[in-house]
Nanobody, 125 residues
């Protein structure tokens, strides 16, 4: 079992920045890829970005590319999401996920077993 906990959400004005964190605990010793997803009000959950165990592979949704940066510190079992130039359409609950399979994690309609509880990000116009 892997437990995931997000932090760092909040309210920010358009054009501002936030940094989210996701810390893994439990049986987190095995290599695992991690990702951020988000769910906006009235919409389906969508993929935001993912990073492999080593950090050598990353993938971004087109809507956040060049504004968001994913990173991780395996020694701290923590993944980060630096969000710059935030837009009102980025408003959502952000969830982190972990999976032993990179391929599975970046597949559309991902349905994994390990998710955090989510952290709210609200961007005002």
């Amino acid at each position: 079992q892997v437990q995931l906990e997000e932090s760092g959400g909040g309210l920010v004005q358009a054009g501002g920045s936030l940094r989210l964190s996701c810390t893994a605990s439990g049986r987190a010793g095995n290599p695992y890829a991690m990702a951020w997803f988000r769910r906006a009000p009235g919409k389906e959950r969508e993929f935001v970005t993912a990073i492999s165990w080593s950090g050598s592979l990353t993938k971004y949704a087109a809507s956040v590319k060049d504004r968001f940066t994913i990173s991780r510190e395996n020694g701290k079992n923590t993944m980060y999401l630096q969000m710059n130039n935030l837009k009102p359409e980025d408003t959502a609950v952000y969830y982190c996920a972990a999976d032993g399979s990179w391929v599975s994690l970046v597949t559309s309609d991902y349905r994994g077993n390990y998710w955090g509880q989510g952290t709210q990000v609200t961007v005002s116009s």
